[in-house]
C-alpha cells in the first residue's frame, strides 16, 4: 500500500475572533500560517442523503492559496462506539474514516473517505484511496462516487461584531449584542475546500453525542437524530 511520508498535527478547529483578515487565532502557534484553521462546518448536504464539510483557513492575499506541505484531514467516527458516559472523557473520540485534502501545483486533491492506518497525531495518505482533483478556483467538480468538491477563495461566512464585542466586555454584560449588528469580516476571505460525500460512504451515522452522554449518566436522552461526529485538523509533511 503506497503511502506519503508522515504529517504532524498543527491545529484543530475551534473560534474566537478577531479584526485580521478571516483568522480567528484558534492556534496561536500557527496563527495566520497557512495551516491554521479558521472554522469548520459541516451539515445535510443539498441530497438530504449526503453530508457538506466545509473547511476554512486564513487567506493572506488574493494570492495565497493552501500551502503544498499542510494536508487538511477531516475526521469523521461513525460509531459512536468510543464515547464513554463521563463527558470529560468523551473528547476522545477517535476517527473511524477520514477524507484528506492536498494542493499540488494549481490543483487540490482529494482521498477518501477511508479508513486511516493510524489515529494517532500522526498520518499518512494511501495514495490508492484518491478520488480525484479539481482546480483551484474553478467552480468545481464530481469526484469518484458521486462526491462534489470545490477548493478556493470565497468570503468567510462566519459572522462576528468585533466592535461590539468589545463593548459588551467594557461594559454591563446586560448591553448585550442586540437584534443587529456589524459583521467585522464582511471584506475577509478564506481559503475554502468544501466537499458534498454522499452518506453511503460514510457508513451509518451513530446516535447523537449528546444522547450517548445522559445515557451515559442515566439521564432522559433527547431522542436527537443520528448524527457523524466530526472534527478537522492541519497536518505538516515532516
Given at each position: ?178 437584534t443587529t449588528g456589524t459583521n467585522a469580516f464582511t471584506s475577509a476571505n478564506v481559503n475554502a475546500i468544501v466537499l458534498e460525500v454522499p452518506n ?13 452522554f445522559r445515557a451515559g449518566l442515566g439521564a432522559p436522552v433527547y431522542g436527537l437524530p443520528n448524527s457523524y461526529n466530526v472534527w478537522v485538523e ?5
Amino acid at each position: 500500500m503506497k503511502k506519503i511520508a508522515l504529517w504532524s498535527t498543527l491545529a484543530i478547529v475551534a473560534i474566537a475572533g478577531t479584526l485580521i483578515a478571516a483568522d480567528h487565532l484558534d492556534a496561536p502557534n500557527v496563527a495566520m500560517q497557512p495551516s491554521d484553521i479558521a472554522d469548520f462546518y459541516a451539515f445535510e448536504g443539498e441530497d438530504a442523503n449526503s453530508t457538506t464539510f466545509i473547511v476554512t483557513l486564513p487567506a493572506a492575499s488574493a494570492a495565497s492559496n493552501f500551502d503544498e506541505n499542510v494536508m487538511i484531514e477531516i475526521n469523521i467516527d461513525n460509531t459512536g462506539a468510543d464515547v464513554p458516559g463521563a463527558f470529560p472523557a468523551s473528547v476522545g473520540v477517535s476517527e473511524d474514516l477520514v477524507i484528506q485534502a492536498l494542493r499540488q501545483g494549481d490543483r487540490m486533491y482529494f482521498f477518501g473517505p477511508y479508513a486511516p492506518s493510524s489515529t494517532t497525531i500522526s498520518s499518512s495518505i494511501d495514495v490508492n484511496e484518491a478520488i480525484g482533483s479539481v482546480a483551484i478556483g474553478s467552480t468545481g467538480e464530481t469526484l469518484t462516487g458521486g462526491v462534489r468538491a470545490y477548493a478556493g477563495q470565497r468570503q468567510d461566512a462566519f459572522f462576528f461584531d468585533f466592535q461590539q464585542f468589545n463593548t459588551v466586555i467594557g461594559t454591563a454584560p446586560a448591553e448585550g449584542f442586540g437584534t443587529t449588528g456589524t459583521n467585522a469580516f464582511t471584506s475577509a476571505n478564506v481559503n475554502a475546500i468544501v466537499l458534498e460525500v454522499p452518506n453511503a460512504l460514510l457508513g451509518t451515522a451513530p446516535t447523537h453525542l449528546a444522547d450517548q452522554f445522559r445515557a451515559g449518566l442515566g439521564a432522559p436522552v433527547y431522542g436527537l437524530p443520528n448524527s457523524y461526529n466530526v472534527w478537522v485538523e492541519t497536518k505538516r509533511r515532516n
